[in-house]
């Protein structure tokens, strides 16, 4: 099957061929596939999110022109939220121009998860972040200790100079 038979079969109503979408989409590699796949972590059934997340853990870098819709996806609360910071992250400097919803996902999100991988992703993309630092500096003081840290250490990189 094509890429765009398997994009049509992952948002069928049939369970089956959503799963078989996923699993060929793994075997074949998913970087056309990022979007739909990051929604697919959110699906009712378990084995198809188990896929859709193997799928993306095999992934580098998505193709650059995800980036908009992957910011999208940060506004949402779990997995899709938490590919979308992971990928975004993925990016490096490269995702520096979503610094800022990044931020906001920091600050923002009711997801923890998200928050830190967000916080993660910022510090990946380093000293062209600097639109989240205001985020980042109010989280380092937030209650959870591994967001605090995150935050600290994203903060960190952005700001070096070396």
């Known amino acids: ?25 793994l075997a074949e590699g998913a970087a056309d596939a ?7 972590c959110r699906d009712p059934d378990e084995q198809l999110r188990e896929l859709a997340n193997a ?12 980036a908009p819709d992957l910011v999208e996806l940060l506004d949402q609360t779990g997995p899709s ?4 910071a992971t990928l975004l992250g993925r990016l490096e400097a490269d995702a520096a ?12 999100n009711s997801d923890l998860s998200v928050r ?10 380093g000293p062209g972040a600097e639109a989240a630092i205001p985020n980042l500096e109010a989280a380092c003081q937030d ?3 591994r967001l605090s840290r995150l935050a600290a250490d994203a903060l960190q990189k952005i700001t070096s100079t070396t």
């Open 1 to 25: 099957m094509d890429l765009d038979g398997l994009l049509a079969a992952l948002g069928s109503a049939d369970v089956a061929a959503r799963r078989a979408a996923a699993e060929a989409l």
């Open 34 to 40: 990022v979007i739909p796949l990051a929604r697919a």
């Open 55 to 66: 799928a993306l853990e095999d992934l580098g870098p998505p193709p650059l022109d995800t």
């Open 81 to 84: 939220a938490y590919w979308a």
């Open 97 to 108: 121009p979503w610094a800022a919803p990044l931020g906001k996902a920091v600050a923002e």
């Open 116 to 125: 830190q991988r967000a916080a993660w992703a910022l510090a990946k993309i």
């Open 143 to 145: 209650a959870d200790p």
